[in-house]
Every structure is written in C-alpha cells, then in structure tokens.
C-alpha cells in the first residue's frame, strides 16, 4: 500500500506564505490526479488544488491565484505553493488522489494556522 506523508505547515502570519509537500512511497504521482485537500474544524473535507498527471491543474475559487500546485514524478512529490494567506486558509492539508482513496488511506495531514 502506498503512503503519502504530508510536511511543511506551520503557523504563519496572514498574507504569509508556505510551501506544502507530500511524499508518495511508489512511483505513483504521474499515474494519478492527485489533490490537496483541507479540513477546517467543524468543517467537512474539501478539494482546494489538483493535478492531472499531464500536468493540468484546477483550483477552488478560494485559492484561485493563491495557491500552485505542481508536482515532480521523478521525486513522488507533490507540492502546493500557499502566498497571501488568509486565518480562513486555517486547516489540516492532506494530498490524496482524486478522487481520494485509489491508492490508499489518508495520511495524518499537516496543519496549517494562520493566524497574527
């Protein structure tokens, strides 16, 4: 079973930037559209970026020009470049395929606060 760990949150001050990556165990990023996804408290799960293998990318409207996603299948990793941070960007990123779970279970996630 493939895992995917998470790393790079932290707390950040608002219009602040972090870099999020998330490592696959196998050679299985260019093989699937990954996501990241976010969970606020008392909010449910959502996609906010996602790459197709070929590279095409899509956003939520609440990250639109703020967020990049990109990916590198030579290192399994996928990245999402977070600038001009918002307190409601506050949550816990994971990445997953999307949709989630074809190649496996979430992983524990790495918490992003933004906050002053």
């Known amino acids: 079973q493939v895992r995917l760990v998470e790393s790079g949150g932290g707390l950040v001050q608002p219009g602040g930037s972090l870099r999020l990556s998330c490592a696959a165990s196998?050679?299985?990023?260019?093989?699937?559209?990954m996501g990241w996804y976010r969970q606020a408290p008392g909010k449910q799960r959502e996609l906010v970026a996602s790459?197709?293998?070929?590279?095409?990318?899509n956003y939520a409207d609440s990250v639109m020009g703020r967020f990049t996603i990109s990916s590198d299948n030579a290192k399994n990793t996928v990245y999402l470049q977070m600038k001009s941070l918002k307190p409601e960007d506050t949550a816990v990123y994971y990445c997953?395929?999307?949709?989630?779970?074809?190649?496996?279970?979430w992983g524990q996630g790495t918490q992003v606060t933004v906050s002053s």
């Open positions: 997953q395929t999307v949709p989630p779970g074809l190649i496996g279970s």
């Open positions: 196998g050679s299985i990023i260019r093989f699937h559209a």
């Open positions: 790459i197709t293998g070929g590279g095409t990318t």
